[in-house]
């Protein structure tokens, strides 16, 4: 599991007003949620804090978050929950962290990094992607931050399934282990198929006497 190091200071005032005040400051409004303590409004750099998402970048990791300075400075150990963004300029709005325990299982779901391309995509191949996440139940210290999967060897119609990823053994997978995550597809078989549903909804439209819904064409008005 990655691990990070993050300040942060109480913050003392609240509204959207006042977060626009801080975020002109160069500031972050924040919020800590812990299962057995009430939240604590914090206020972090936003250019270090940005600095360090760029350091994640899809990946799980366990933040080591410091609040206060000196002799009163606690640390709890926190995961992001949730990260509000600017639409338009891009930049960091509000944060939600969520406190963990070392200790006590939990449930993540682990961002799964596809590595290398495929021999079947170079000889024409579809790579069709069935998950890009798993979902796993263990301690936090015991997840990866991500999961690697190498699927330079795939041929076309060659796949991975779940149960052919390396998983941690203190880690329990949750849902089907015979789920795919990526398969390489023969593309005159994705076209097979396709035609073929596209025969099925011109019968059934026959049979129900409806028209087929057509493409690139005003409606009449």
Do not use: W
């Not at 795939?154 to 995550?181: K, Q």
């Amino acid at each position: 599991m990655l691990q990070l190091e993050i300040n942060a200071d109480i913050r003392t005032t609240h509204g959207k007003g006042a977060a626009r005040v801080l975020r002109s400051k160069g500031l972050t409004p924040a919020v800590l949620y812990g299962a057995k303590s009430a939240p604590v409004s914090l206020e972090l750099e936003t250019k270090t804090f940005s600095k360090t998402l760029l350091g994640i970048n899809r990946r799980n990791a366990l933040i080591n978050l410091g609040i206060g300075e000196g002799e009163k400075k606690s640390t709890r150990h926190v995961i992001i929950k949730e990260l509000q963004t600017d639409p338009l300029k891009d930049g960091l709005l509000h944060a939600d962290f969520c406190e963990v325990s070392l200790e006590e299982p939990m449930v993540l779901s682990v961002h799964i990094e596809l590595r290398g391309k495929a021999k079947g995509v170079d000889l024409g191949g579809i790579l069709q992607l069935g998950m890009d996440r798993v979902r796993m139940r263990g301690k936090i210290l015991d997840f990866p931050d991500s999961l690697p999967v190498d699927i330079s060897g795939l041929a076309i119609e060659d796949g991975i399934s779940l149960n052919d990823i390396d998983i941690p053994a203190n880690l329990e997978v949750l849902g089907d282990e015979n789920s795919m995550v990526v398969f390489i597809a023969d593309p005159t078989k994705v076209k097979a198929v396709g035609e073929e549903e596209a025969e099925e909804a011109e019968v059934a439209a026959a049979e129900t006497g409806e028209p087929e819904a057509e493409t690139g064409t005003e409606a009449t008005k």
